[in-house]
C-alpha cells in the first residue's frame, strides 16, 4: 500500500481496471492519454479534443450583455420575407444562466419569456458563408435564436457556458428518478467525463456533478454494496482535486464503516483525504469532512497491518524531509484526533447533564442528581507515595508519607476550604480542572469502562498523537495546540488515557527548545497545565514522580524549565507552595533534578519557615548526591558572605575581550561590598555572567554597551537587583521579551536601549511602569 504517491490514485485504479473489466470502458478512456471516444456525444467530443489540443480555457459564465435575435420557421410567402436577413434586427439584453432556463434582466421583445434549457434541442457556432460575425445558434421548436458576442472569445465562452448548463440540467432530471442502476451508472461515468474534458474553469464544474451523485446517494439508501463501490470508483477522478459535499462525506463514512477493508477505502479516499488534510483551513465550517477523515482512518486501523498502516500513512502527510511542506496537515490531524477521544466519552459527558455545574460544584451545592453517577476515577492512591485522609471539611489534611525516616504533612486547610465552600467574595471565576475533578459530586473511584469499539478508537488516536509528537518540527505547534488541555475532564479522569498520553507529554518535556517545554505549564494563572496533572498527588499522575523530575529537568538543565517561566523566584515560590512534599519526596529517594530544586530553595531564600528549612536540610543530607550538594551550597554561601563582605573598589571597568570566567575569577578574588559601578561595555560576556552579578548588593549602575548580553540574563537582573539606577543596554541582542522584564526595577532612573530591537509598545510600557525614569536613549529603535 503506497500512500506516497500522487494524488492521481483513482487514475491508476482505472487503469488497472481498463484490463480487467470490459463493462467500464468510459473509466479507462478517462484516464487514457489520448481523446475520449463516445458516441452518443459525437461532435461535442471532437470539439473538446480540439480545445484540449489548442489549451482555450473559459470562465463559466453566470450573466452578460449579449445581442439577441429570434427567427421564427416561415410557414408563409409572408413569414418568409419578414425573416429574410435584411429585415432582421439584434435587441441587446442582459442575460443570467440559472440553473433552470436562460433569462433576461429586461423580459421585453425578444426574452420576454425565459428560455427552459429543456426547450433547446441544439447549441451550436455558425459556421454557413456569410453567416454574422461571433454567433451561436440556438435551436427551439419553431424557430431560432441567434446569439451575438463581441468578439471570438466571448462567443465561445458562451457556447461552453450554454452546453454546460443545458447538460447538467438534463443530468439532474435523469437521475432524480432512477429506473436500471445500469443506466444510471453510465450516466454518471458520462457525467465525470463531461465535467474532466470541459475546457470550462470554475470550482462548479467539478462540483456540481458531485452534488448530483451525492442527492441520488442520499435518496437511494438501499443500494448494495457493489453498486456503492462501483459509484465511488466513477466519480474518483472528480475528488483528486475537490473535497467531497457534505451528503456525500456521509454516504463515504458510511462505506469505511461497514467495508473498512475494501480496496476503495484505500485507492480511491487517499487522496481524498490527503488532499483534506493539506488544504481544509476550518474544521468548524464542514465537520462532515472532519467525520470522514476520522472514519477513514479507522479503516486503515482495521486493515491486516493495523497502527503500522496508519503510522504509514502519518509519514506520508509529513514527507520524507525533516520539514513537513504542508502547514495544514498538523493542525487538521490534531483537530481530528481531539475530536474523536471527545466522542470516545460522549455518553459520559452527556450523563452529566443533570450534574451541578462547575460554578455549583465550587460552591458546594451538590445537588441530588436523577442520573447514575458518572464512573470517574480520582486521584489513585498508592501507600508508597500518598495516604489522603478527609475527616471533615474543616480538618481536611493531606498526608504524604514518603519513608518511615522522615514524614513530611502539608497543611492545606485554607485552599481545601476554598474549594470546599467556595469563595466568600462571590467570583464568578470557574474552579480549576483538578479541582472539579477532586471534589465532584458526580465523580466516583469506579473506572471508566469505555466500549470495545470506543476503546478502540481511544488507543488508535492516542497512538496518532503519540506519532505526532516524534516529529521535531511538528512538536512546538503540537505542544502549543495541546497546552490549553483540551479535552473532557472525563478523559483526564480515565487512567487508561493519562497513561497513554504520559508519552505525549515525556517528548515535551525531554524537548530542549523553550518554545516547546514551556507548553507543560499552564496557559495563564489560576487554570492547571500539564505540569500540574502530572506532577505527585495530580490527577493523572501514576508514578513516582519520574515525569514530573523530567519536567523540570528538562534535559538535565533546571534552569531551562525555570527560565521559561521567566520568572525563576515565582517558579519556585511556586514549587515550594504546592509541590513541597513532592519535591522532598523525590530528593529522599535520589533524584538529583529535586536536589538541585531544594538547593536552589535554600539559596535563594524562597523557605521562610525554619521547621521546614530544617526539614529540607535533613532530607539533602539524607542522600550522597543530597549531602555533597548541600555542601556545594554552603561553599557558595560562605564565598557570598566574603563576596559581600564591606570594602574594595566603587568603581570596576573589565579590559576588553573579558569573557564570562573573567568576571567569575575576578569577583572570587576578594570582597567587593562596596562596588556601585561596573563597566562591562565591549567585552565577550554573555546573559550567563548574571549569576556573578545577582551577588553585588550594593550595584547601582551596570554598562553592558556592545556585549552578547540576553534576554536571559535581564530576567535574571530583573529580579535582583532592584536597587540599579542606571543601565546601558546599548547594541546587546536584547529583545522586548527581555526588557519587558524591566518594568519591575523602579528605581531606574536611566536607561539606554540605543540600537536593540526594541519596540514601541515595549516603550510605552516601560514609561508607564517606571515612575523613577528620566533618562532613555531609544534611538536606532523602532521607538525612534
Given at each position: 500500500?503506497?500512500?506516497?504517491?500522487?494524488?492521481?490514485?483513482?487514475?491508476?485504479?482505472?487503469?488497472?481496471?481498463?484490463?480487467?473489466?470490459?463493462?467500464?470502458?468510459?473509466?479507462?478512456?478517462?484516464?487514457?492519454?489520448?481523446?475520449?471516444?463516445?458516441?452518443?456525444?459525437?461532435?461535442?467530443?471532437?470539439?473538446?479534443?480540439?480545445?484540449?489540443?489548442?489549451?482555450?480555457?473559459?470562465?463559466?459564465?453566470?450573466?452578460?450583455?449579449?445581442?439577441?435575435?429570434?427567427?421564427?420557421?416561415?410557414?408563409?410567402?409572408?413569414?418568409?420575407?419578414?425573416?429574410?436577413?435584411?429585415?432582421?434586427?439584434?435587441?441587446?439584453?442582459?442575460?443570467?444562466?440559472?440553473?433552470?432556463?436562460?433569462?433576461?434582466?429586461?423580459?421585453?421583445?425578444?426574452?420576454?419569456?425565459?428560455?427552459?434549457?429543456?426547450?433547446?434541442?441544439?447549441?451550436?457556432?455558425?459556421?454557413?458563408?456569410?453567416?454574422?460575425?461571433?454567433?451561436?445558434?440556438?435551436?427551439?421548436?419553431?424557430?431560432?435564436?441567434?446569439?451575438?458576442?463581441?468578439?471570438?472569445?466571448?462567443?465561445?465562452?458562451?457556447?461552453?457556458?450554454?452546453?454546460?448548463?443545458?447538460?447538467?440540467?438534463?443530468?439532474?432530471?435523469?437521475?432524480?428518478?432512477?429506473?436500471?442502476?445500469?443506466?444510471?451508472?453510465?450516466?454518471?461515468?458520462?457525467?465525470?467525463?463531461?465535467?474532466?474534458?470541459?475546457?470550462?474553469?470554475?470550482?462548479?464544474?467539478?462540483?456540481?456533478?458531485?452534488?448530483?451523485?451525492?442527492?441520488?446517494?442520499?435518496?437511494?439508501?438501499?443500494?448494495?454494496?457493489?453498486?456503492?463501490?462501483?459509484?465511488?470508483?466513477?466519480?474518483?477522478?472528480?475528488?483528486?482535486?475537490?473535497?467531497?459535499?457534505?451528503?456525500?462525506?456521509?454516504?463515504?463514512?458510511?462505506?469505511?464503516?461497514?467495508?473498512?477493508?475494501?480496496?476503495?477505502?484505500?485507492?480511491?479516499?487517499?487522496?481524498?483525504?490527503?488532499?483534506?488534510?493539506?488544504h481544509n483551513m476550518d474544521f468548524g465550517k464542514c465537520p462532515r469532512l472532519r467525520l470522514f477523515t476520522q472514519e477513514y482512518i479507522l479503516a486503515l486501523n482495521e486493515l491486516n497491518g493495523g497502527m503500522e498502516v496508519v503510522k504509514k500513512f502519518i509519514r506520508s502527510m509529513h514527507g520524507p524531509t525533516g520539514q513537513c511542506p504542508h502547514p495544514r496537515v498538523?493542525?487538521?490531524?490534531?483537530?481530528?484526533?481531539?475530536?474523536?477521544?471527545?466522542?470516545?466519552?460522549?455518553?459520559?459527558?452527556?450523563?452529566?447533564?443533570?450534574?451541578?455545574?462547575?460554578?455549583?460544584?465550587?460552591?458546594?451545592?451538590?445537588?441530588?442528581?436523577?442520573?447514575?453517577?458518572?464512573?470517574?476515577?480520582?486521584?489513585?492512591?498508592?501507600?508508597?507515595?500518598?495516604?489522603?485522609?478527609?475527616?471533615?471539611?474543616?480538618?481536611?489534611?493531606?498526608?504524604?508519607?514518603?519513608?518511615?525516616?522522615?514524614?513530611?504533612?502539608?497543611?492545606?486547610?485554607?485552599?481545601?476550604?476554598?474549594?470546599?465552600?467556595?469563595?466568600?467574595?462571590g467570583s464568578e471565576s470557574e474552579p480549576s480542572l483538578i479541582d472539579c475533578l477532586l471534589v465532584s459530586p458526580a465523580c466516583s473511584t469506579m473506572s471508566i469502562e469505555l466500549s470495545p469499539q470506543a476503546d478502540r478508537v481511544l488507543v488508535c488516536y492516542v497512538e496518532i498523537l503519540k506519532m505526532l509528537s516524534d516529529y521535531d518540527d511538528w512538536r512546538p505547534?503540537?505542544?502549543?495546540?495541546?497546552?490549553?488541555?483540551?479535552?473532557?475532564?472525563?478523559?483526564?479522569?480515565?487512567?487508561?488515557?493519562?497513561?497513554?498520553?504520559?508519552?505525549?507529554?515525556?517528548?515535551?518535556?525531554?524537548?530542549?527548545?523553550?518554545?516547546?517545554?514551556?507548553?507543560?505549564?499552564?496557559?495563564?494563572?489560576?487554570?492547571?497545565?500539564?505540569?500540574?496533572?502530572?506532577?505527585?498527588?495530580?490527577?493523572?499522575?501514576?508514578?513516582?514522580?519520574?515525569?514530573?523530575?523530567?519536567?523540570?529537568?528538562?534535559?538535565?538543565?533546571?534552569?531551562?524549565?525555570?527560565?521559561?517561566?521567566?520568572?525563576?523566584?515565582?517558579?519556585?515560590?511556586?514549587?515550594?507552595?504546592?509541590?513541597?512534599?513532592?519535591?522532598?519526596?523525590?530528593?529522599?529517594?535520589?533524584?538529583?533534578?529535586?536536589?538541585?530544586?531544594?538547593?536552589?530553595?535554600?539559596?535563594?531564600?524562597?523557605?521562610?519557615?525554619?521547621?521546614?528549612?530544617?526539614?529540607?536540610?535533613?532530607?539533602?543530607?539524607?542522600?550522597?548526591?543530597?549531602?555533597?550538594?548541600?555542601?556545594?551550597?554552603?561553599?557558595?554561601?560562605?564565598?557570598?558572605?566574603?563576596?559581600?563582605?564591606?570594602?574594595?573598589?566603587?568603581?570596576?571597568?573589565?579590559?576588553?575581550?573579558?569573557?564570562?570566567?573573567?568576571?567569575?575569577?575576578?569577583?572570587?578574588?576578594?570582597?567587593?561590598?562596596?562596588?556601585?559601578?561596573?563597566?562591562?561595555?565591549?567585552?565577550?560576556?554573555?546573559?550567563?555572567?548574571?549569576?556573578?552579578?545577582?551577588?553585588?548588593?550594593?550595584?547601582?549602575?551596570?554598562?553592558?554597551?556592545?556585549?552578547?548580553?540576553?534576554?536571559?540574563?535581564?530576567?535574571?537582573?530583573?529580579?535582583?537587583?532592584?536597587?540599579?539606577?542606571?543601565?546601558?543596554?546599548?547594541?546587546?541582542?536584547?529583545?522586548?521579551?527581555?526588557?519587558?522584564?524591566?518594568?519591575?526595577?523602579?528605581?531606574?532612573?536611566?536607561?539606554?536601549?540605543?540600537?536593540?530591537?526594541?519596540?514601541?509598545?515595549?516603550?510605552?510600557?516601560?514609561?508607564?511602569?517606571?515612575?523613577?525614569?528620566?533618562?532613555?536613549?531609544?534611538?536606532?529603535?523602532?521607538?525612534?
Amino acid at each position: 500500500m503506497d500512500f506516497n504517491r500522487s494524488s492521481g490514485g483513482g487514475s491508476n485504479l482505472h487503469n488497472n481496471q481498463l484490463q480487467t473489466d470490459e463493462s467500464k470502458p468510459l473509466l479507462g478512456e478517462v484516464s487514457a492519454p489520448g481523446p475520449p471516444d463516445g458516441s452518443k456525444m459525437g461532435a461535442g467530443l471532437c470539439r473538446r479534443a480540439l480545445l484540449h489540443c489548442n489549451g482555450m480555457r473559459y470562465k463559466l459564465l453566470q450573466e452578460g450583455d449579449i445581442q439577441v435575435c429570434v427567427i421564427r420557421h416561415p410557414r408563409t410567402f409572408l413569414s418568409k420575407v419578414l425573416s429574410s436577413k435584411f429585415l432582421r434586427r439584434l435587441e441587446p439584453h442582459h442575460l443570467t444562466l440559472t440553473d433552470k432556463s436562460l433569462a433576461s434582466a429586461t423580459p421585453t421583445g425578444y426574452m420576454e419569456n425565459a428560455i427552459s434549457y429543456s426547450a433547446i434541442e441544439d447549441v451550436q457556432l455558425l459556421s454557413w458563408e456569410n453567416a454574422p460575425k461571433y454567433c451561436l445558434q440556438l435551436t427551439i421548436p419553431g424557430g431560432t435564436i441567434l446569439l451575438q458576442a463581441a468578439n471570438s472569445y466571448l462567443r465561445d465562452q458562451w457556447f461552453h457556458s450554454l452546453q454546460w448548463k443545458k447538460k447538467i440540467y438534463k443530468y439532474k432530471k435523469v437521475l432524480s428518478n432512477p429506473s436500471r442502476w445500469e443506466v444510471v451508472l453510465k450516466e454518471i461515468r458520462t457525467l465525470v467525463d463531461m465535467a474532466l474534458s470541459s475546457p470550462l474553469q470554475d470550482d462548479s464544474i467539478h462540483q456540481a456533478p458531485l452534488e448530483i451523485v451525492s442527492k441520488l446517494l442520499s435518496e437511494n439508501t438501499n443500494l448494495s454494496t457493489l453498486e456503492h463501490e462501483n459509484i465511488i470508483e466513477a466519480i474518483a477522478p472528480l475528488l483528486e482535486n475537490n473535497h467531497p459535499p457534505p451528503d456525500l462525506c456521509e454516504f463515504f463514512c458510511k462505506h469505511c464503516r461497514e467495508r473498512p477493508r475494501s480496496m476503495v477505502v484505500i485507492e480511491v479516499f487517499t487522496p481524498v483525504v490527503q488532499r483534506i488534510l493539506k488544504h481544509n483551513m476550518d474544521f468548524g465550517k464542514c465537520p462532515r469532512l472532519r467525520l470522514f477523515t476520522q472514519e477513514y482512518i479507522l479503516a486503515l486501523n482495521e486493515l491486516n497491518g493495523g497502527m503500522e498502516v496508519v503510522k504509514k500513512f502519518i509519514r506520508s502527510m509529513h514527507g520524507p524531509t525533516g520539514q513537513c511542506p504542508h502547514p495544514r496537515v498538523l493542525p487538521n490531524l490534531v483537530a481530528v484526533c481531539l475530536a474523536a477521544i471527545y466522542s470516545c466519552y460522549e455518553e459520559f459527558i452527556n450523563s452529566r447533564d443533570n450534574s451541578p455545574s462547575l460554578k455549583e460544584i465550587r460552591n458546594g451545592c451538590q445537588q441530588p442528581c436523577e442520573r447514575k453517577p458518572l464512573p470517574l476515577r480520582l486521584m489513585r492512591t498508592n501507600p508508597d507515595l500518598v495516604s489522603q485522609e478527609v475527616t471533615s471539611p474543616i480538618e481536611t489534611r493531606i498526608k504524604i508519607v514518603n519513608s518511615s525516616e522522615i514524614h513530611v504533612d502539608l497543611e492545606r486547610n485554607n485552599v481545601v476550604n476554598q474549594k470546599l465552600k467556595g469563595p466568600t467574595g462571590g467570583s464568578e471565576s470557574e474552579p480549576s480542572l483538578i479541582d472539579c475533578l477532586l471534589v465532584s459530586p458526580a465523580c466516583s473511584t469506579m473506572s471508566i469502562e469505555l466500549s470495545p469499539q470506543a476503546d478502540r478508537v481511544l488507543v488508535c488516536y492516542v497512538e496518532i498523537l503519540k506519532m505526532l509528537s516524534d516529529y521535531d518540527d511538528w512538536r512546538p505547534s503540537l505542544a502549543s495546540l495541546l497546552q490549553p488541555i483540551p479535552f473532557p475532564k472525563e478523559a483526564l479522569a480515565h487512567e487508561k488515557f493519562t497513561k497513554e498520553l504520559k508519552y505525549v507529554i515525556q517528548r515535551f518535556a525531554e524537548d530542549p527548545r523553550q518554545e516547546v517545554h514551556s507548553c507543560l505549564l499552564s496557559v495563564r494563572a489560576g487554570k492547571d497545565g500539564w505540569f500540574q496533572l502530572y506532577s505527585p498527588g495530580g490527577v493523572a499522575c501514576d508514578d513516582d514522580g519520574e515525569l514530573f523530575a523530567s519536567m523540570v529537568r528538562v534535559c538535565n538543565n533546571v534552569h531551562i524549565l525555570m527560565g521559561s517561566c521567566y520568572k525563576t523566584k515565582k517558579f519556585l515560590l511556586s514549587l515550594a507552595e504546592n509541590k513541597l512534599g513532592p519535591c522532598m519526596l523525590l530528593a529522599l529517594r535520589g533524584s538529583q533534578t529535586m536536589v538541585e530544586i531544594l538547593c536552589l530553595m535554600l539559596e535563594y531564600n524562597i523557605i521562610e519557615n525554619n521547621d521546614t528549612q530544617l526539614q529540607i536540610i535533613s532530607t539533602l543530607e539524607s542522600t550522597e548526591v543530597g549531602k555533597r550538594m548541600y555542601e556545594q551550597l554552603c561553599d557558595r554561601q560562605r564565598e557570598l558572605k566574603e563576596l559581600q563582605r564591606k570594602g574594595g573598589p566603587t568603581r570596576l571597568t573589565l579590559p576588553s575581550k573579558s569573557t564570562d570566567a573573567d568576571l567569575a575569577r575576578l569577583l572570587s578574588s576578594g570582597s567587593f561590598g562596596n562596588l556601585e559601578n561596573l563597566s562591562l561595555a565591549f567585552t565577550n560576556v554573555t546573559s550567563a555572567c548574571a549569576e556573578q552579578l545577582i551577588k553585588l548588593p550594593s550595584l547601582k549602575q551596570l554598562n553592558l554597551w556592545s556585549t552578547q548580553f540576553g534576554d536571559a540574563g535581564l530576567r535574571l537582573l530583573s529580579e535582583h537587583l532592584t536597587s540599579l539606577q542606571v543601565l546601558n543596554l546599548c547594541e546587546t541582542p536584547v529583545t522586548d521579551a527581555g526588557l519587558l522584564t524591566l518594568s519591575s526595577m523602579k528605581s531606574l532612573c536611566s536607561l539606554n536601549m540605543n540600537s536593540t530591537k526594541l519596540s514601541a509598545d515595549t516603550y510605552e510600557d516601560l514609561k508607564a511602569k517606571l515612575p523613577n525614569l528620566k533618562e532613555v536613549d531609544v534611538r536606532y529603535t523602532e521607538a525612534w
